[in-house]
């Protein structure tokens, strides 16, 4: 038996290959255009590995799809890639557009030739699952409760609308063609691996460099964290154990304004990595301006899954953060491989204009 997964050298498809194959022997066909957030250097401990399988390609190439299909008749599909930064998407949406939703309806379409020829137990046994976000939810007022899978559809970036939309499309196959399709909405990841555009890393990565830490806005909304390896464990259950055609929150419980992320940050880092000046990181702290349409406050209600899966997350907020801030701390060498000349071109292009 083999899994193909699309996506699997970015932040959280990296770490599912990685738990997978110390999970298990099933064989990983890996499938990723190695786009800036592609890195290999975060699968070097498979080199030489025959259970791994890297191909780079693209999800909106189908022969592409079809061949890897076809040569690996695998048992089921498990979707991460996509385009992912929030902010990127605001300065630059086609991409989000093309590989989100054209690439999903690529992936959906070759799903359905393959798993339509496949018979017996192998057809029955085949599985879609699609990685999807809370994003798609929109944003919560404080009182509101957390986001249950039967939330209303409210997108409200170009990459939570591009989401959204491969979920409607992730549904309408399983419905309309009865593609045994599985979806989960994932609350905001962190963990080892994770590129330092977003909050957790940049925050740390800043921090070392002595740059700031551009806080947007108020910093007060809210985001609901979970470790990486929880959200990968849940796909594990998800794939194991869920039903065909459900959808399943998942979440850690772990709602925080993200000055107190920072806050969180800080104080790690100057336990363990004091600045030569003997002064707090937090001196380095810059409001800047906001997100445009940037939403408030997202949060999981995940207790389908807790109770229809048994899942939990390991990790409570303390251990994840304090193992996340020691691996960037022992990392600096793959922080720096990541920062490359795009990178940098990056920052300039969100930062400049923000006054940080
Ligand atoms: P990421 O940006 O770190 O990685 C995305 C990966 O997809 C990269 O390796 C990239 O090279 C690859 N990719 C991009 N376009 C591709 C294409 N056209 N064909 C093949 N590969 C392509 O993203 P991530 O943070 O690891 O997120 C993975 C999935 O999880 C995404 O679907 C995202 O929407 C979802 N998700 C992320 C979070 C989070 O907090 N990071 C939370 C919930 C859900
Ligand atoms: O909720 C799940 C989503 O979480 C995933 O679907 C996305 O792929 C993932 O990128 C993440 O989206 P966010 O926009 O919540 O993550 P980001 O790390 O970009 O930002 C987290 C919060 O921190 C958000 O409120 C914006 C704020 N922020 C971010 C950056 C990069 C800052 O204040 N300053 C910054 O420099």
Request: charged content about 20%.
């Amino acid at each position: 038996m083999t899994i193909l997964i699309t996506g699997g050298a970015g932040f959280i498809g990296s770490n599912f290959v990685l738990d997978w194959l110390r999970e298990s022997d099933e064989p990983v066909v890996n499938l990723d255009k190695l786009t800036y957030a592609g890195n290999l250097g975060n699968l070097r401990g498979l080199e030489g590995d025959a259970r791994h399988t890297f191909v780079q390609g693209d999800i909106c190439d189908r022969a592409c799809v079809d061949g890897l299909l076809t040569a690996h008749r695998p048992r089921a599909i498990v979707h991460f890639a996509a385009e992912s930064h929030v902010d990127r998407s605001i300065h630059g949406p086609g991409e989000f557009l093309r590989t989100n939703i054209d690439g999903t309806f690529t992936l959906l379409e070759a799903a359905r030739a393959y798993w339509g020829a496949l018979e017996g137990e192998e057809k029955a046994a085949f599985r879609f699952h699609h990685v999807s976000t809370d994003e798609v939810y929109g944003s919560l007022a404080p009182d509101d409760p957390p986001f249950t899978e039967t939330n209303t559809y409210a997108p409200n970036s170009p990459y939570s609308a591009s989401k959204a939309a491969s979920d409607h499309l992730v549904r309408a196959w399983h419905h309309t063609y009865g593609l045994p399709v599985t979806t989960s909405n994932c609350s905001n990841n962190y963990g080892p691996y994770h590129f330092p555009e977003k909050l957790i890393p940049l925050m740390i990565a800043n921090a070392l460099a002595g740059k700031p830490l551009p806080i947007y806005g108020d910093g007060q909304q809210i985001r609901d964290w979970l470790y990486v390896t929880d959200h990968c464990s849940a796909i594990r259950a998800i794939l194991a154990d869920g039903k065909v055609g459900e959808v399943y929150n998942v979440g850690g419980w772990n709602e925080m304004p993200n000055i107190e992320i920072v806050h969180t940050l800080i104080r790690l880092l100057d336990e363990l990595s004091p600045r030569a000046d003997g002064a707090s990181y937090a001196e380095q702290i810059a409001y800047v301006a906001d997100r445009p349409g940037h939403d408030r406050r997202y949060a999981i209600d995940a207790r389908k899954i807790e109770r229809e899966l048994g899942w939990r997350p390991a990790e409570t907020f303390q251990t994840g953060i304090r193992k996340t801030v020691e691996w960037y701390l022992a990392n600096q060498a793959w922080v720096r491989d990541v920062q490359s000349g795009a990178y940098r071109e990056w920052l300039d292009r969100n930062y400049a204009h923000r006054g940080a």
